[in-house]
C-alpha cells in the first residue's frame, strides 16, 4: 500500500478556537487515528508574505514557525486532511508519497 507524508506548515502563534493550532492539530490527528503526528518548532522561517521569523535573536517577538507531519497510507491521510480542512483552512499542507524501509 502506498504510503504518504503530509506536512503542515503553521505559525506557533496561530490560535483555532480558542487554543493554539497546533495543539488542535494534533489533538484532531489522534481522534482520527493516524499511526502518528510529530510537530516540530523551527529555528527560522517565513512562508507567502516574505517575513522572515527569527525567534532566537535577543529582543525578537517573533513566535517559531512550527511543522506537524504524519505519515500513512495515502487514503487515510487525504480522508483526515479532507476534514481538517473544514475545521481548520490556515497553514500550508502539502502530501508526499514516500518508501517505508
Not at 502530501?95 to 524501509?101: A, C, R
Amino acid at each position: 500500500m502506498q504510503q504518504v507524508q503530509a506536512q503542515i506548515f503553521i505559525d506557533k502563534s496561530d490560535f483555532h478556537q480558542a487554543r493554539p493550532v497546533y495543539d488542535f492539530i494534533m489533538q484532531f490527528l489522534l481522534v482520527h487515528k493516524v499511526n502518528g503526528a510529530t510537530a516540530l518548532t523551527g529555528v527560522m522561517g517565513f512562508g507567502k508574505h516574505q517575513q522572515m521569523k527569527r525567534p532566537n535573536e535577543l529582543f525578537s517577538f517573533d513566535e517559531p514557525p512550527m511543522l506537524i507531519t504524519f505519515i500513512d497510507e495515502a487514503a487515510k491521510v487525504k480522508a483526515v486532511l479532507t476534514l481538517l480542512r473544514q475545521e481548520y483552512t490556515g497553514g500550508l499542507i502539502i502530501t508526499h508519497p514516500v518508501d517505508l524501509f
